[in-house]
């Protein structure tokens, strides 16, 4: 069994033998089939420390590892981890030995973009099945719920409605780390949200108007109201709530979370979008000495190096109070993208448009339903990119 490794916190690696001196790590971090036990050609990193306390040395690697982990959102819902083999060799009074890591180094490490709490202590797993921290997902009306689960220890997902079983879906482990992470969803589809995608995704042609979609505002596919995620050492039960759709364009947030897995959040009430801009000035000389004369319609201030930045302001409907933790997860995420439902990307078939986002609102007052009676967020964006297109 492969060790979970959250690389924005702390990973200690301690290695203990009688009179050691010094020890020699080979840090292989790597993509793709895993490699037992360290057999991986040219390590990233070999690192030589020398005792400090009588008895054994330890390596922190988590600041490497995270190095080779680039997060990607698209609109795909891919997998995205690394493996680690950590070979140590020691030193001691007498000679040379080698020493093998615990866990057993044959099994490696398996590097998520996660994090744990200071209540979590040193070196957390956190969960090794579903990789989300509510057991209340809300989702939109006719809308895709992708809930991600660890492969290595998750054996299935029971799919549920009124009571009744829907199917069942297996969940197989892999040794690749394009599988260590799968996005289960209600819709049996893993990259298309709304039934008009599902089409375009098909090869069809989709005909916009009135009377299609008034139908579709009837119908949910893939409605479901209960997931049990289901394996060797327990069942955990995942509530589904369907939103109706609202009069208001509804965004979908996806981030980053704790667990180093890809999270969605629909925020479907009121939101409103700004414009901040910037720039410089200076004085012009708008005088024509030769007639003694100056044009009214020149500009004396004159503006250069002007950029503007664009916000959004995004609303939650009324959720439960296990969104704080969700909540509070997006705040400290370090990739958010905001989806732009039926607003395409130019020469693109895709109804969506996804756009890096930075939460900007930076206090929260965490709701109750004691306090507050009803729990509703309201959280500030700023785009990822200035306005005007000055990527070179």
Do not use: H
């Not at 108007?209 to 008034?214: I, T």
């Not at 119908?219 to 997931?227: A, F, H, N, R, T």
């Amino acid at each position: 069994m492969a060790t979970k490794i959250n690389v924005r916190s702390p990973f200690y690696i301690k290695i203990s033998q009688t009179n050691i001196a010094t020890a020699t790590l080979n840090l292989y971090v790597y993509t793709g089939t895993f490699v037992a036990n360290g057999s991986v050609a040219n390590p990233k990193y070999t690192i030589t420390k020398s005792v400090v306390t009588s008895g054994y040395i330890v390596f922190e690697i988590s600041e490497l590892v995270r190095d080779y982990l680039d997060i990607e959102f698209d609109g795909q819902y891919d997998s995205q981890a690394v493996w680690v083999n950590a070979v140590i060799t020691t030193t001691v009074s007498s000679g040379s030995a080698t020493a093998t890591v615990t866990p057993d180094n044959a099994n490696g490490f398996i590097a998520f973009d996660g994090y744990g709490y200071f209540e979590d202590g040193i070196n957390p797993e956190l969960s090794r099945t579903y990789l989300q921290s509510n057991n209340k997902i809300f989702r939109l009306d006719d809308q895709n719920v992708r809930v991600p689960v660890f492969t290595e220890d998750t054996d299935s997902v029971t799919y549920r409605y009124k009571g009744e079983t829907k199917r069942t879906q297996t969940i197989s482990s892999s040794t690749n780390t394009n599988g260590q992470i799968e996005y289960i969803t209600v819709s049996g589809s893993d990259n298309t949200d709304t039934y008009e995608q599902r089409v375009l995704a098909d090869g069809g042609t989709f005909e916009n108007n009135s009377l299609l979609d008034a139908f579709l505002d009837s119908v949910d596919i893939g409605l479901v109201d209960e997931l049990y995620i289901n394996s060797d050492s327990a069942t955990q039960v995942v509530k589904i709530v369907t939103e109706p759709c609202t009069k208001y364009e509804p965004y979908k947030v996806t981030f980053v979370n704790k667990f180093g897995a890809l999270q969605d959040m629909w925020f479907t009430l009121k939101s409103t979008e700004s414009l901040n801009t910037t720039g410089e000035t200076y004085k012009a000389n708008v005088v024509d000495f030769g007639t003694l004369t100056y044009d009214t319609y020149k500009p004396q201030v004159a503006q250069y190096n002007k950029l503007g930045k664009e916000s959004i302001t995004l609303n939650t409907n009324y959720i439960s109070e296990d969104y704080n933790e969700v909540i509070k997860q997006l705040m400290m995420s370090e990739q958010v993208w905001l989806t732009r439902l039926d607003n395409p990307a130019p020469n693109s078939n895709n109804p969506e448009t996804v756009l890096a986002v930075m939460p900007k609102t930076q206090n929260l007052r965490y709701k109750t339903s004691i306090n507050d009676r009803l729990v509703q967020y309201t959280i500030d964006f700023d785009y990822a990119f200035d306005k005007i297109n000055s990527v070179r």
